[in-house]
């Protein structure tokens, strides 16, 4: 099964990247605590990277929102884990592994919004280069990708291969 798999991001390019976002980040919240709110599964290994190289106080909290069922977006987002702690006038980052449909982050960003946070960010790791059904833009992006379907560092397919430590890519036919 591994043999199918394409290396798309190195260790080495993922780490570096990390390292420019911090730097950005940093410069962005200056001296405010962050609230980083980490989406399981998935942006774990991101979550845990990135926020060892920011600067600032990091409040790590986890949400958890499903929509797949393999490879395909079924567009109707829920949340499986909520946070458990209280968001009103905070600094709030999303970490996300992928921007894909959208459907995700357009939930959850609106569902942040509503416990009236002080700003709602999104950092994703990976955004596909697709069009999508709302104009919908993160705020920090490590790499724009094309449409593969996407493992390791994190990223799944039906819970396997999130433990390798580059992102590879392996044609699977979306139905
Ligand atoms: P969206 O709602 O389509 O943007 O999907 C975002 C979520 O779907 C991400 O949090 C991922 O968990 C999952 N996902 C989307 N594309 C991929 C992929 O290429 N590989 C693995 N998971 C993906
Ligand atoms: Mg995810």
Do not use: H, W
């Amino acid at each position: 099964m591994d043999d199918e798999l394409e290396i798309l991001l190195t260790e080495e390019q993922i780490k570096n990247r990390i390292n420019e976002l911090a730097i950005e980040i940093n410069k962005d919240y200056g001296n405010n605590d962050i609230v980083m709110i980490c989406i399981l599964k998935g942006a774990v290994y991101f979550a845990c990277d990135l926020s060892r190289k920011i600067k600032n106080n990091v409040i790590l909290e986890f949400m958890k929102i499903t929509s797949y069922n393999g490879t395909e977006s079924n567009k109707e987002p829920r949340i499986d884990y909520d946070l458990k702690t209280s968001i009103e006038g905070k600094d709030v980052l999303i970490v996300e592994d992928i921007l894909d449909t959208g459907y995700t982050l357009d939930f959850l960003k609106k569902v942040l919004k509503l416990k009236n946070p002080n700003s709602v960010k999104i950092c994703t790791l990976l955004e596909k280069n697709i069009e999508r059904d709302f104009d919908f833009k993160p705020d920090y992006v490590g790499f724009k990708i094309d449409d593969y379907f996407v493992l390791g560092y994190g990223l799944d397919y039906n819970e396997i291969y999130r433990n390798k430590p580059d992102i590879c890519y392996k044609k699977i036919k979306r139905l």
